[in-house]
């Protein structure tokens, strides 16, 4: 009787074993990995942020371009933003390390918005189709701060 056992036990084993196997190989289905700058740079504040905040400032970080390209729909105009990429960098210091605006961690149309960013480069849309998605999509919240 205990050579029963172990057989139903060894088959469940190697299906455990192969389904972990077959998932660590999966890995992103894109192959797009997105730029990330280091949490530790971050201000204490958005390193105990909600993860999609915490996300959203490191992908702001890493990649002024894209984010000065997509503009914010939350109203943040008239503070001086001049697009997506305000809301969370406020400018950079002389040794290059940049200032983080805290605008963001209080705002969930920035956040979404910079998600949605990250989502779409992760299938392979370019930039302006990302823009014309958040214009799309955002734009019954409020003006946009970019032309």
Do not use: W
């Not at 469940?12 to 740079?41: K, R, Y």
């Not at 040794?95 to 998600?115: K, P, R």
């Amino acid at each position: 009787m205990t050579g029963r056992r172990k057989i139903p036990f060894l088959i469940v084993s190697l299906l455990f074993l192969m389904s972990g196997l077959i998932a660590g190989c999966a890995g992103d289905a894109t192959g797009v990995e997105m730029p990330m700058a280091p949490l530790e740079q971050m201000l204490a504040e958005v390193q105990t942020a909600p993860p999609a905040v915490r996300e959203a400032y490191q992908f702001a970080a890493a990649n002024p371009e894209t984010m000065q390209a997509l503009p914010c729909y939350c109203g943040c105009g008239p503070m001086g933003h001049t697009s997506n990429y305000s809301c969370y960098v406020a400018g950079e210091n002389e040794d290059g390390s940049l200032e983080f605006d805290t605008h963001a961690l209080g705002c969930s149309i920035c956040v979404d918005i910079t998600q949605d960013a990250m989502r779409l480069l992760k299938q392979g849309k370019s930039v302006p189709e990302v823009r014309a998605y958040v214009d799309r999509t955002y734009a019954q919240y409020g003006p946009s701060n970019m032309p």
